[in-house]
T-cell receptor, first 113, second 112 residues
Framework: GQQLNQSPQSMFIQEGEDVSMNCTSS?????WLWYKQDPGEGPVLLIA?????ELTSNGRLTAQFGITRKDSFLNISASIPSDVGIYFC?????????????FGTGTLLAVQP | EADIYQTPRYLVIGTGKKITLECSQT?????MYWYQQDPGMELHLIHY???????EKGDLSSESTVSRIRTEHFPLTLESARPSHTSQYLC???????????FGPGTRLTVT
């Protein structure tokens, strides 16, 4: 079945550093979504990408839809302590039902003040 | 303000009890979903609904059941809770034509 692999699994950085994480798949996706989840809360949608090559920003966050449609990248610039959390990529698949999402394995981000 | 709500946020119950986890959304979305997530792990789809009177099993087998009598309401029921049901349960909704799903805050269930 389809799988989304995220890397790195975890990152421990200093406040102010930039962060990069990515998500890869063996299958093509037509939409890429990036979510952030704080401990004990539900995931919050950060960025949605709809077109191969698309680059979209949301404040200090920038995400790109890979040209091959099999990967996506999320960058966070000038990290701050509230960026701590787990970042998930996700993509809809159409195996008999639309709008079902596959979630990546997640990247845990820790930011030291 | 349009939003998605889940109650209770935390629940600790004994084995064998029947429970219902509530989920409501005020966004007018046709599609709703239930996910199960262990701490720090991926989300696994256990139920989804295209609209009123429509419910389907997700990718992860679950002993829970769901109902969709009203568009805004998608409750999940466990007839007899067991310790293996201990997990976080997340509800989500989406517009019919879009891939983005919006999540509630989750219910953390502990069965003793």
């Amino acid at each position: 079945g389809q799988q989304l692999n995220q890397s790195p699994q975890s990152m421990f950085i200093q406040e102010g550093e930039d962060v990069s994480m990515n998500c890869t798949s063996s299958s093509i996706f037509n939409t890429w979504l990036w979510y952030k989840q704080d401990p004990g809360e539900g995931p919050v949608l950060l960025i949605a990408l709809y077109k191969a090559g698309e680059l979209t920003s949301n404040g200090r966050l920038t995400a790109q839809f890979g040209i091959t449609r099999k990967d996506s990248f999320l960058n966070i610039s000038a990290s701050i302590p509230s960026d701590v959390g787990i970042y998930f990529c996700a993509g809809p698949y159409y195996g008999g039902a639309t709008n079902k999402l596959i979630f990546g394995t997640g990247t845990l981000l820790a930011v030291q003040p | 303000e349009a939003d998605i709500y889940q109650t209770p946020r935390y629940l600790v119950i004994g084995t064998g009890k029947k429970i219902t986890l509530e989920c409501s959304q005020t966004m007018g979305h046709d599609k709703m979903y239930w996910y199960q997530q262990d701490p720090g792990m991926e989300l696994h789809l256990i139920h989804y609904s295209y609209g009123v009177n429509s419910t389907e099993k997700g990718d992860l087998s679950s002993e829970s059941t769901v109902s969709r009598i009203r568009t805004e309401h998608f409750p999940l029921t466990l007839e007899s809770a067991r310790p293996s049901h201990t997990s976080q349960y997340l509800c989500a909704s989406s517009e019919a034509s879009k891939g983005e799903q919006y999540f509630g805050p989750g219910t953390r269930l502990t069965v003793t």
